[in-house]
Each structure stands twice: as structure tokens, then as C-alpha cells.
């Protein structure tokens, strides 16, 4: 099973960009898809963008796509979000997990990291 240590989170001004990190540990995932998920308090997770284990596809929820990017790099264990043109909308805690894609999104397994805030003022 994966660890997943989340970074890169901060608070930004509406437009700006941050680059999200999820460094796992605990034996390579690069046979799994990998993908990112957002919460705000009072809401569920939410999935956000997944990458095939190959890196070769990529899946976003309709509201992100064209702002962010994700990928991924197995030889250090790493995936990462790229997010630009930033809405105060965005602003949640967001996590990194394994899983498989089914239908265009990310069903995740294993356990959740602490995640990393990110914050988008108006």
C-alpha cells in the first residue's frame, strides 16, 4: 500500500497557479493509476484529475480542465498537479491517491494522506 505525502498547497490570488506534489512511499505505484481529489468542509471528496500508470492518458473533471495538468513521474514516485488560472472556487484541501480509472474517473484505494491546503483569494 501506498503513502502519500502531499505538497505545494498555499494561498494564491485569483488566476495564479500552484504545482501540487504527491511523493508515495511504501513500494512503487507506478503499476496503478494515480489521481488527485479536492474537499471543502462540509462536502464530500471530490475526484479532480487521474493519470494512467503509463502517464499516456489523463482524465479532469469538467470544472478544471484546461487549467489543470497532471502527471506524473514513476522513476521518483511522484505525481503532480499543475494548476493555473486559479478560482476562489478551487479552494479545498487536496489529496493524492492510487486507484483505477472506471468511466472517466479515479476509484481510489488504500489510505488517504494529510493532504495539502490550497487557498484561492478573490
Known amino acids: 500500500q501506498v503513502q502519500a505525502v502531499e505538497s505545494g498547497g498555499g494561498l494564491v490570488q485569483d488566476g495564479g497557479s500552484l504545482r501540487l506534489s504527491c511523493a508515495a512511499s511504501?513500494?512503487?505505484?507506478?503499476?496503478?493509476?494515480m489521481g488527485w481529489f479536492r474537499q471543502v468542509p462540509g462536502k464530500e471528496r471530490e475526484f479532480v484529475a487521474a493519470?494512467?500508470?503509463?502517464?499516456?492518458?489523463?482524465y479532469y473533471v469538467p470544472s478544471v480542465k484546461g487549467r489543470f495538468t497532471i502527471s506524473r513521474n514513476n522513476a521518483k514516485n511522484t505525481v503532480y498537479l499543475q494548476m493555473s488560472s486559479l478560482k476562489p472556487e478551487d479552494t479545498a484541501v487536496y489529496y493524492c491517491?492510487?486507484?483505477?480509472?472506471?468511466?472517466?474517473?479515479?476509484?481510489?484505494?488504500?489510505?488517504w494522506g494529510q493532504g495539502t491546503q490550497v487557498t484561492v483569494s478573490s
Open positions: 493519470v494512467t500508470w503509463t502517464g499516456s492518458s489523463t
Open positions: 511504501g513500494r512503487t505505484f507506478s503499476s496503478y493509476a
Open positions: 491517491a492510487e486507484g483505477a480509472v472506471i468511466a472517466g474517473t479515479l476509484v481510489p484505494f488504500g489510505s
